[in-house]
């Protein structure tokens, strides 16, 4: 008996792409996470010390060798040793020296400079390397990092830190003692997920349902039902949301949703949904050029009218001046600068 020949579909397979808008904190921090900056390495020796005014961005440091105390006015000094990272979520103004007699300079960005090495601070007594930069994440913090506290610190020697985190950054201390090509670029990356598996750390611990809430906003993600509901919210803004439907999407009644989810993120179902929907217009005034009746209509809104008033009330101006005064300041940041 002859073999059949095999059957080929004809059909491509199609290899589809993942869509990050279900998750609420990729999608939060796809939109409001502009950039990723590094300073140049600081080398610093005793006695040395810097404090750095307020800056509506989160801050980062990780001592690659020696130690550093951090201040921050109405927290306890924290004590700083090689592989420890310590994030201020806020850009809450700080101290950052070698020892509470040192008198701190004040410091400031400088401009993008092109000569090669770290920068030397302080005089000659014990070293101190430092890996600091910063997220420039849009001005004020979306909701759901609102209620971070003003100080994350992490580390390798901490029994309870998680052992990714604690991997992340060896890789960032081994990237640091030993560069290599593009390493600026791997310390960045490595940089984003370190901020990330400190966000996730701090929604894991934030208390279970049904006890006091310790950081609102970020805590909701430890929530499988609110965290369902972000999703939705995240994934079909423009969706006519109330809040019972999104009750009985996870389960939920009317009253029992609403109050654990203005609990746990800090505000009302509809009024975060309002907030996002303008988050999102943004994103798109600033990165698309569809017009602003298409944005309007994208989000949720149905006529232009409607959506500038929302959009005055949660960004202070109308849509089309902040695309305008967005595409500004891009085309500053792309200016090339001496240094």
């Not at 996470?33 to 980062?60: C, D, M, Q, T």
């Amino acid at each position: 008996m002859p073999r059949r020949p095999n059957k080929v579909s004809v059909r491509p397979l199609e290899l589809d792409f993942e869509d990050p808008r279900g998750d609420a904190l990729a999608d939060v921090l796809g939109v409001s996470l502009l950039r990723n900056v590094l300073y140049k390495r600081i080398e610093a020796r005793a006695p040395w010390g810097f404090r750095l005014r307020a800056h509506e961005r989160a801050i980062f440091y990780l001592i690659a060798r020696g130690a550093a105390r951090l201040e921050v006015d109405g927290e306890q000094p924290i004590e700083l040793s090689v592989g420890d990272a310590a994030f201020l979520p806020h850009g809450t103004e700080h101290v950052l020296r070698d020892a509470a007699t040192t008198l701190p300079l004040d410091a400031h960005d400088g401009s993008r400079c092109t000569e090669p090495g770290p920068r030397h601070i302080g005089g000659t007594g014990a070293p101190t390397s430092l890996i600091t930069g910063f997220f420039d994440l849009g001005g004020r913090p979306p909701s759901l990092l609102s209620g971070l506290p003003r100080v994350v610190t992490l580390s390798p020697n901490d029994r309870t830190t998680a052992p990714w985190v604690a991997a992340t950054l060896q890789l960032l201390l081994a990237e640091a003692a030993q560069p290599g090509p593009a390493s600026l670029l791997v310390l960045q990356r490595l940089a984003d997920v370190l901020f990330i598996q400190a966000l996730r750390s701090l929604a894991a611990n934030s208390g279970p349902p049904g006890h006091e809430c310790k950081h609102r906003g970020i805590a909701a993600l430890g929530d499988a039902s609110i965290r369902e509901a972000l999703g939705l919210i995240h994934q079909r803004p423009g969706d006519p949301w109330t809040v019972a439907s999104l009750g009985a999407r996870v389960g939920l009644s009317r009253s029992t949703f609403a109050a654990r989810f203005t609990d746990l993120v800090g505000e009302p179902p509809l009024e975060y949904i309002a907030r996002w929907r303008i988050t999102r217009a943004a994103e798109f005034l600033r990165d698309t050029d569809h017009s602003i009746d298409e944005i309007a209509a994208r989000v949720g809104y149905e006529s232009v009218p409607s959506f500038s008033r929302a959009f005055m009330r949660f960004r202070g101006e109308r849509p089309g001046s902040y695309r305008k005064s967005e595409r500004e300041r891009v085309r500053l940041d792309n200016e090339p600068t001496s240094g």
